[in-house]
Protein backbone atom coordinates (compact mmCIF):
# COMPACT_ATOMS: atom_id res chain seq x y z
CA UNK A 1 0.00 0.00 0.00
CA UNK A 2 0.96 3.57 -0.60
CA UNK A 3 1.39 5.91 2.09
CA UNK A 4 -2.59 6.28 2.74
CA UNK A 5 -2.68 9.58 2.15
CA UNK A 6 -6.58 10.67 1.96
CA UNK A 7 -7.87 14.39 1.04
CA UNK A 8 -11.02 14.96 2.68
CA UNK A 9 -13.60 17.66 1.86
CA UNK A 10 -16.09 19.11 3.92
CA UNK A 11 -18.81 21.02 2.89
CA UNK A 12 -21.77 20.55 4.62
CA UNK A 13 -23.08 23.65 6.56
CA UNK A 14 -20.95 26.92 6.77
CA UNK A 15 -17.71 25.82 6.68
CA UNK A 16 -15.50 25.05 3.50
CA UNK A 17 -13.24 22.59 4.58
CA UNK A 18 -9.84 20.31 3.11
CA UNK A 19 -7.30 18.05 4.75
CA UNK A 20 -5.03 15.64 3.94
CA UNK A 21 -4.74 12.82 6.64
CA UNK A 22 -2.26 9.78 6.26
CA UNK A 23 -3.42 6.55 7.58
CA UNK A 24 -6.66 8.07 9.30
CA UNK A 25 -3.63 9.06 12.12
CA UNK A 26 -1.21 11.80 11.32
CA UNK A 27 -2.90 15.34 10.09
CA UNK A 28 -1.02 16.92 7.77
CA UNK A 29 -3.08 19.81 7.03
CA UNK A 30 -6.38 20.98 7.57
CA UNK A 31 -7.86 23.99 6.09
CA UNK A 32 -10.89 25.60 7.10
CA UNK A 33 -12.78 28.51 5.95
CA UNK A 34 -15.51 29.54 7.57
CA UNK A 35 -18.26 31.77 6.34
CA UNK A 36 -18.92 33.31 9.64
CA UNK A 37 -18.47 37.15 8.81
CA UNK A 38 -21.26 36.26 6.09
CA UNK A 39 -24.01 35.20 7.81
CA UNK A 40 -23.48 36.70 11.32
CA UNK A 41 -25.24 39.47 10.06
CA UNK A 42 -28.72 37.62 10.10
CA UNK A 43 -27.93 35.73 12.83
CA UNK A 44 -27.57 32.24 11.33
CA UNK A 45 -26.66 30.35 8.30
CA UNK A 46 -28.81 31.42 5.25
CA UNK A 47 -28.71 28.35 2.73
CA UNK A 48 -28.15 29.75 -0.28
CA UNK A 49 -25.44 32.06 0.89
CA UNK A 50 -23.47 29.02 2.19
CA UNK A 51 -23.80 27.79 -1.25
CA UNK A 52 -22.38 30.48 -3.14
CA UNK A 53 -19.66 30.71 -0.28
CA UNK A 54 -18.75 26.92 -0.80
CA UNK A 55 -18.53 27.51 -4.63
CA UNK A 56 -16.08 30.49 -4.31
CA UNK A 57 -13.58 28.84 -1.42
CA UNK A 58 -13.32 24.83 -2.45
CA UNK A 59 -10.74 25.23 -4.78
CA UNK A 60 -8.89 27.56 -3.49
CA UNK A 61 -9.20 25.68 0.08
CA UNK A 62 -8.46 22.37 -1.46
CA UNK A 63 -5.08 23.86 -3.32
CA UNK A 64 -3.96 25.39 0.20
CA UNK A 65 -4.79 22.28 1.94
CA UNK A 66 -2.30 20.05 -0.25
CA UNK A 67 -0.02 22.85 -0.43
CA UNK A 68 -0.08 22.89 3.52
CA UNK A 69 0.52 19.01 3.16
CA UNK A 70 3.64 19.54 0.72
CA UNK A 71 2.00 16.87 -1.77
CA UNK A 72 0.17 17.24 -5.06
CA UNK A 73 -2.95 15.46 -5.93
CA UNK A 74 -0.50 12.54 -7.99
CA UNK A 75 0.84 11.91 -3.73
CA UNK A 76 -3.07 11.28 -2.97
CA UNK A 77 -4.42 7.68 -2.11
CA UNK A 78 -8.47 8.39 -2.37
CA UNK A 79 -10.91 10.88 -1.66
CA UNK A 80 -13.24 11.32 0.97
CA UNK A 81 -16.18 13.73 1.59
CA UNK A 82 -19.19 14.34 3.25
CA UNK A 83 -22.28 13.24 1.99
CA UNK A 84 -24.46 14.10 4.81
CA UNK A 85 -26.44 15.52 7.08
CA UNK A 86 -26.15 19.03 6.17
CA UNK A 87 -27.92 21.51 3.88
CA UNK A 88 -28.32 20.22 -0.15
CA UNK A 89 -26.75 22.77 -2.15
CA UNK A 90 -23.71 22.92 0.29
CA UNK A 91 -23.14 19.48 0.86
CA UNK A 92 -23.39 19.14 -3.33
CA UNK A 93 -20.82 21.38 -3.89
CA UNK A 94 -18.16 19.62 -2.01
CA UNK A 95 -19.50 16.70 -3.68
CA UNK A 96 -19.47 17.39 -6.50
CA UNK A 97 -15.52 18.74 -6.77
CA UNK A 98 -14.71 15.47 -4.75
CA UNK A 99 -16.25 13.27 -7.79
CA UNK A 100 -14.51 15.93 -10.30
CA UNK A 101 -11.12 15.13 -8.49
CA UNK A 102 -11.35 11.38 -7.48
CA UNK A 103 -12.42 10.83 -11.61
CA UNK A 104 -9.78 12.89 -13.00
CA UNK A 105 -7.15 11.14 -10.98
CA UNK A 106 -8.51 7.94 -10.85
CA UNK A 107 -9.26 7.83 -7.64
CA UNK A 108 -11.01 5.80 -4.79
CA UNK A 109 -13.42 8.01 -3.70
CA UNK A 110 -15.12 7.54 -0.42
CA UNK A 111 -18.62 8.69 1.66
CA UNK A 112 -18.33 9.75 5.22
CA UNK A 113 -21.03 10.35 6.94
CA UNK A 114 -20.49 13.81 9.01
CA UNK A 115 -21.64 12.60 12.40
CA UNK A 116 -18.94 9.88 11.90
CA UNK A 117 -16.78 12.73 11.18
CA UNK A 118 -17.24 14.77 14.49
CA UNK A 119 -16.51 11.03 15.83
CA UNK A 120 -13.42 10.15 14.21
CA UNK A 121 -12.45 13.78 15.29
CA UNK A 122 -11.70 12.16 18.90
CA UNK A 123 -10.25 8.78 17.27
CA UNK A 124 -8.16 11.30 15.13
CA UNK A 125 -6.54 13.06 17.80
CA UNK A 126 -6.35 9.84 20.25
CA UNK A 127 -4.29 8.02 17.22
CA UNK A 128 -2.22 10.95 16.75
CA UNK A 129 -1.20 10.99 20.26
CA UNK A 130 -0.60 7.34 20.66
CA UNK A 131 1.91 7.68 17.41
CA UNK A 132 3.83 10.35 19.11
CA UNK A 133 3.95 8.32 22.41
CA UNK A 134 5.04 5.13 20.16
CA UNK A 135 2.55 3.01 22.26
CA UNK A 136 0.29 3.00 19.13
CA UNK A 137 -1.26 -0.81 18.95
CA UNK A 138 1.27 -2.37 21.80
CA UNK A 139 -1.55 -2.58 23.70
CA UNK A 140 -5.46 -2.44 23.66
CA UNK A 141 -5.79 0.33 25.83
CA UNK A 142 -3.35 2.61 24.11
CA UNK A 143 -5.17 1.69 20.47
CA UNK A 144 -8.41 3.72 20.30
CA UNK A 145 -9.59 1.93 17.75
CA UNK A 146 -9.85 -1.50 20.00
CA UNK A 147 -12.55 0.02 22.44
CA UNK A 148 -16.45 0.42 22.17
CA UNK A 149 -17.12 3.74 23.28
CA UNK A 150 -20.45 6.08 24.39
CA UNK A 151 -20.13 8.93 21.89
CA UNK A 152 -22.03 12.54 22.39
CA UNK A 153 -22.35 14.21 19.12
CA UNK A 154 -23.00 17.96 20.25
CA UNK A 155 -23.23 20.19 17.63
CA UNK A 156 -25.65 22.88 15.33
CA UNK A 157 -27.75 20.30 13.85
CA UNK A 158 -27.26 17.46 16.46
CA UNK A 159 -27.79 16.64 19.68
CA UNK A 160 -27.36 12.19 19.67
CA UNK A 161 -26.31 9.68 21.79
CA UNK A 162 -24.08 6.86 19.84
CA UNK A 163 -23.17 3.34 20.70
CA UNK A 164 -19.88 3.35 18.51
CA UNK A 165 -18.18 -0.22 18.14
CA UNK A 166 -15.28 -1.37 16.39
CA UNK A 167 -15.97 -3.74 13.89
CA UNK A 168 -13.46 -5.98 11.36
CA UNK A 169 -11.61 -2.97 11.07
CA UNK A 170 -14.15 -0.41 10.67
CA UNK A 171 -16.85 0.87 13.26
CA UNK A 172 -20.63 0.11 13.84
CA UNK A 173 -22.91 2.89 15.08
CA UNK A 174 -26.15 2.06 16.89
CA UNK A 175 -28.37 5.12 17.98
CA UNK A 176 -29.24 5.05 21.85
CA UNK A 177 -30.78 8.71 22.01
CA UNK A 178 -31.04 12.08 20.44
CA UNK A 179 -32.67 15.33 20.76
CA UNK A 180 -36.58 15.26 19.68
CA UNK A 181 -36.44 19.13 18.80
CA UNK A 182 -33.38 21.70 18.72
CA UNK A 183 -29.89 20.97 18.87
CA UNK A 184 -27.98 21.95 21.70
CA UNK A 185 -26.01 24.34 19.21
CA UNK A 186 -29.49 25.68 18.17
CA UNK A 187 -30.18 26.28 21.60
CA UNK A 188 -27.03 28.07 21.96
CA UNK A 189 -27.27 30.13 18.93
CA UNK A 190 -30.88 30.89 18.97
CA UNK A 191 -30.68 32.10 22.52
CA UNK A 192 -27.35 34.26 21.32
CA UNK A 193 -29.69 36.05 18.77
CA UNK A 194 -32.55 36.11 21.13
CA UNK A 195 -30.44 38.41 23.33
CA UNK A 196 -28.03 40.51 20.75
CA UNK A 197 -25.29 38.80 20.90
CA UNK A 198 -23.05 37.08 18.30
CA UNK A 199 -22.75 34.83 15.68
CA UNK A 200 -22.41 31.66 16.40
CA UNK A 201 -23.92 32.05 20.07
CA UNK A 202 -21.70 28.92 21.72
CA UNK A 203 -18.57 30.67 21.73
CA UNK A 204 -20.49 33.99 22.84
CA UNK A 205 -22.32 32.75 25.79
CA UNK A 206 -19.40 30.48 26.52
CA UNK A 207 -17.18 33.15 27.27
CA UNK A 208 -20.30 35.59 28.99
CA UNK A 209 -21.25 32.37 31.05
CA UNK A 210 -18.03 32.86 32.98
CA UNK A 211 -18.90 36.26 34.50
CA UNK A 212 -22.66 35.47 35.82
CA UNK A 213 -24.22 33.50 38.43
CA UNK A 214 -25.11 29.72 37.23
CA UNK A 215 -27.65 29.42 40.16
CA UNK A 216 -28.84 32.70 39.44
CA UNK A 217 -31.83 31.77 37.39
CA UNK A 218 -33.62 27.81 38.28
CA UNK A 219 -34.13 26.14 34.49
CA UNK A 220 -35.08 22.83 34.73
CA UNK A 221 -35.37 20.43 32.13
CA UNK A 222 -39.01 17.89 32.56
CA UNK A 223 -37.72 14.62 31.20
CA UNK A 224 -39.31 13.59 28.19
CA UNK A 225 -42.31 11.96 28.38
CA UNK A 226 -42.71 8.51 27.09
CA UNK A 227 -45.99 8.95 25.91
CA UNK A 228 -45.25 11.56 23.47
CA UNK A 229 -42.66 9.78 22.16
CA UNK A 230 -44.03 6.33 22.25
CA UNK A 231 -47.18 7.73 20.27
CA UNK A 232 -44.83 7.78 17.28
CA UNK A 233 -45.00 11.48 16.74
CA UNK A 234 -42.23 12.96 14.32
CA UNK A 235 -39.46 15.02 15.72
CA UNK A 236 -40.59 18.67 15.39
CA UNK A 237 -37.70 20.48 13.69
CA UNK A 238 -35.50 19.77 10.50
CA UNK A 239 -32.32 18.93 13.45
CA UNK A 240 -34.50 15.81 14.85
CA UNK A 241 -35.47 14.18 11.48
CA UNK A 242 -32.79 12.08 10.61
CA UNK A 243 -32.85 9.35 12.58
CA UNK A 244 -36.35 7.30 14.17
CA UNK A 245 -37.30 7.98 18.20
CA UNK A 246 -40.02 5.64 18.72
CA UNK A 247 -37.91 2.51 19.82
CA UNK A 248 -35.42 4.42 22.26
CA UNK A 249 -35.37 5.10 25.68
CA UNK A 250 -36.68 8.05 26.72
CA UNK A 251 -34.29 8.85 29.37
CA UNK A 252 -31.92 9.06 26.62
CA UNK A 253 -33.93 11.80 24.49
CA UNK A 254 -33.20 15.56 24.55
CA UNK A 255 -35.26 18.54 24.14
CA UNK A 256 -33.73 21.99 23.86
CA UNK A 257 -36.97 24.02 22.71
CA UNK A 258 -38.51 24.59 25.91
CA UNK A 259 -35.39 26.11 27.96
CA UNK A 260 -35.26 28.58 24.38
CA UNK A 261 -38.94 29.60 25.21
CA UNK A 262 -38.18 30.07 28.78
CA UNK A 263 -34.82 32.12 28.13
CA UNK A 264 -37.71 34.33 25.86
CA UNK A 265 -40.18 34.48 28.65
CA UNK A 266 -37.52 35.60 30.91
CA UNK A 267 -36.39 38.73 28.69
CA UNK A 268 -40.18 39.67 28.04
CA UNK A 269 -41.03 39.44 31.78
CA UNK A 270 -37.42 41.67 33.01
CA UNK A 271 -38.18 44.20 30.11
CA UNK A 272 -34.68 43.55 28.49
CA UNK A 273 -36.05 42.84 24.87
CA UNK A 274 -35.23 46.45 24.08
CA UNK A 275 -31.31 46.42 25.79
CA UNK A 276 -30.91 43.12 23.45
CA UNK A 277 -32.05 45.04 20.16
CA UNK A 278 -29.77 48.31 21.50
CA UNK A 279 -26.46 45.21 21.78
CA UNK A 280 -27.26 43.83 17.95
CA UNK A 281 -25.50 47.23 16.20
CA UNK A 282 -22.29 46.99 18.96
CA UNK A 283 -22.09 43.07 18.93
CA UNK A 284 -21.64 43.25 15.10
CA UNK A 285 -18.78 46.92 15.50
CA UNK A 286 -16.91 44.33 17.55
CA UNK A 287 -17.65 40.90 16.64
CA UNK A 288 -14.92 39.22 19.74
CA UNK A 289 -16.82 38.47 22.98
CA UNK A 290 -15.69 40.60 26.12
CA UNK A 291 -12.63 38.82 27.64
CA UNK A 292 -13.06 40.67 30.63
CA UNK A 293 -15.56 41.28 33.62
CA UNK A 294 -15.18 44.89 32.88
CA UNK A 295 -15.68 44.76 28.67
CA UNK A 296 -18.53 41.96 29.27
CA UNK A 297 -20.19 44.32 31.68
CA UNK A 298 -19.98 47.28 29.04
CA UNK A 299 -21.65 44.88 27.06
CA UNK A 300 -24.25 43.44 28.98
CA UNK A 301 -26.39 44.08 32.64
CA UNK A 302 -25.27 41.60 35.12
CA UNK A 303 -28.77 40.47 35.02
CA UNK A 304 -28.50 39.06 31.24
CA UNK A 305 -24.71 37.75 32.70
CA UNK A 306 -26.99 35.74 34.79
CA UNK A 307 -29.09 34.58 32.53
CA UNK A 308 -26.52 33.36 29.87
CA UNK A 309 -24.71 31.56 33.43
CA UNK A 310 -27.40 29.91 34.32
CA UNK A 311 -28.55 28.81 30.71
CA UNK A 312 -25.52 27.08 29.97
CA UNK A 313 -25.17 25.22 33.40
CA UNK A 314 -28.86 23.95 32.61
CA UNK A 315 -27.51 22.78 28.61
CA UNK A 316 -24.51 21.10 30.39
CA UNK A 317 -26.29 19.84 33.25
CA UNK A 318 -28.82 17.75 31.19
CA UNK A 319 -26.72 16.86 28.38
CA UNK A 320 -24.08 15.21 31.15
CA UNK A 321 -27.49 13.81 33.18
CA UNK A 322 -28.72 11.89 29.80
CA UNK A 323 -24.90 10.89 28.68
CA UNK A 324 -24.12 9.31 32.12
CA UNK A 325 -27.30 7.59 32.84
CA UNK A 326 -26.97 5.76 29.04
CA UNK A 327 -23.09 4.92 29.65
CA UNK A 328 -24.88 3.58 33.52
CA UNK A 329 -27.15 1.65 31.19
CA UNK A 330 -24.92 0.14 28.49
CA UNK A 331 -22.17 -0.62 31.10
CA UNK A 332 -19.93 2.17 28.77
CA UNK A 333 -16.82 2.96 30.42
CA UNK A 334 -15.22 5.16 27.73
CA UNK A 335 -17.10 8.54 26.63
CA UNK A 336 -16.42 10.66 23.62
CA UNK A 337 -18.04 14.14 23.86
CA UNK A 338 -17.74 15.70 19.85
CA UNK A 339 -19.11 18.18 17.61
CA UNK A 340 -19.19 22.37 17.85
CA UNK A 341 -20.32 22.40 21.30
CA UNK A 342 -17.96 20.28 22.80
CA UNK A 343 -15.41 23.06 22.27
CA UNK A 344 -17.62 24.68 25.51
CA UNK A 345 -15.28 25.36 28.33
CA UNK A 346 -17.57 24.60 31.54
CA UNK A 347 -19.14 21.17 29.24
CA UNK A 348 -15.64 20.00 29.38
CA UNK A 349 -14.63 20.67 32.88
CA UNK A 350 -17.98 18.96 33.97
CA UNK A 351 -17.68 15.92 32.34
CA UNK A 352 -14.68 15.57 33.10
CA UNK A 353 -14.87 16.04 36.84
CA UNK A 354 -18.15 13.79 36.58
CA UNK A 355 -16.20 11.12 34.45
CA UNK A 356 -13.00 11.28 37.02
CA UNK A 357 -15.63 10.26 39.73
CA UNK A 358 -17.20 7.68 38.05
CA UNK A 359 -14.08 6.24 36.96
CA UNK A 360 -15.00 6.49 33.56
CA UNK A 361 -12.77 8.17 31.16
CA UNK A 362 -14.16 11.03 28.41
CA UNK A 363 -12.29 12.06 25.97
CA UNK A 364 -12.81 15.41 23.49
CA UNK A 365 -11.39 16.74 19.98
CA UNK A 366 -9.01 19.63 20.35
CA UNK A 367 -10.61 23.19 19.81
CA UNK A 368 -9.69 23.17 16.13
CA UNK A 369 -11.19 19.36 15.44
CA UNK A 370 -14.06 20.01 17.96
CA UNK A 371 -15.96 22.56 14.95
CA UNK A 372 -16.40 21.66 11.60
CA UNK A 373 -13.41 20.14 9.66
CA UNK A 374 -12.29 18.21 6.77
CA UNK A 375 -9.59 16.26 9.48
CA UNK A 376 -11.89 14.46 10.76
CA UNK A 377 -13.50 13.45 7.35
CA UNK A 378 -10.02 11.64 6.16
CA UNK A 379 -9.72 10.31 9.17
CA UNK A 380 -12.99 8.28 9.58
CA UNK A 381 -12.70 7.65 6.02
CA UNK A 382 -9.23 5.57 6.56
CA UNK A 383 -10.98 2.23 7.97
CA UNK A 384 -13.65 2.28 4.56
CA UNK A 385 -10.04 2.86 2.41
CA UNK A 386 -8.60 -0.36 3.83
CA UNK A 387 -11.92 -2.71 3.80
CA UNK A 388 -12.49 -1.30 0.58
CA UNK A 389 -15.89 0.35 1.11
CA UNK A 390 -15.72 2.86 -2.38
CA UNK A 391 -18.68 5.02 -3.15
CA UNK A 392 -19.70 5.41 -7.07
CA UNK A 393 -19.34 8.25 -9.53
CA UNK A 394 -23.23 8.58 -8.56
CA UNK A 395 -23.22 9.61 -5.19
CA UNK A 396 -25.29 12.55 -3.89
CA UNK A 397 -26.15 14.87 -1.44
CA UNK A 398 -28.59 12.80 1.56
CA UNK A 399 -29.27 16.12 3.73
CA UNK A 400 -30.89 13.72 6.09
CA UNK A 401 -28.35 11.08 5.83
CA UNK A 402 -28.58 8.72 9.22
CA UNK A 403 -25.86 7.61 11.47
CA UNK A 404 -25.82 3.66 12.12
CA UNK A 405 -29.44 2.30 13.06
O1 LIG B 1 -19.98 21.08 14.64
P1 LIG B 1 -20.28 22.45 14.22
O2 LIG B 1 -19.13 23.34 13.77
O3 LIG B 1 -21.31 22.48 13.05
C1 LIG B 1 -22.41 21.60 13.00
O4 LIG B 1 -22.20 20.43 12.57
O5 LIG B 1 -23.49 22.05 13.45
O6 LIG B 1 -21.06 23.14 15.44
C2 LIG B 1 -21.46 24.49 15.42
C3 LIG B 1 -22.23 24.76 16.70
C4 LIG B 1 -22.88 26.13 16.75
O7 LIG B 1 -24.22 25.98 17.17
C5 LIG B 1 -22.06 26.88 17.77
O8 LIG B 1 -22.79 27.87 18.47
C6 LIG B 1 -21.61 25.76 18.69
O9 LIG B 1 -21.34 24.68 17.83
N1 LIG B 1 -20.40 26.11 19.45
C7 LIG B 1 -20.36 26.20 20.80
C8 LIG B 1 -19.04 26.62 21.13
N2 LIG B 1 -18.33 26.75 19.96
C9 LIG B 1 -19.18 26.43 18.94
N3 LIG B 1 -21.30 25.98 21.71
C10 LIG B 1 -20.96 26.17 23.01
N4 LIG B 1 -19.73 26.58 23.41
C11 LIG B 1 -18.75 26.81 22.51
N5 LIG B 1 -17.55 27.21 22.92
ZN1 LIG C 1 -20.63 19.39 12.47
Not at 83 to 108: D, E, H, R
Not at 115 to 135: D, F, S, W
Not at 190 to 195: C, D
Request: charged share 20%; glycine share 8%; aromatic share 6%.
Amino acid sequence: MAQGLILGIESSCDETAAAVVERGSRTLSSVVASQITTHARYGGVVPELASREHLRAIVPVVRAALAEANCTLADLDAVAVTSGPGLAGALLVGITYAKALAFAQGLPLIAVNHLEGHIHAVLLQQRQQALATGLADTAPGNNPDTEPALALVVSGGHTHLYLARPAGGTWSYSLVGRTVDDAAGEAYDKVAKLLGLGYPGGPWIDTLARFGDPLAVPFSFAQIKPKAHLAGKTPRTKAARTAPIAELDPHFLFSFSGIKTAVLRYVELHSLREEAAARIARVLAHPRPPQTKEEALALCPQQVLDLVASFQHAVVGDLMKKTFAAADSLGATRILVTGGVAANRELRARFGSEAQRRRLTVDFPTLALSTDNAAMIAAAAWPRFVAGQFAGLDLTADPSLALGR
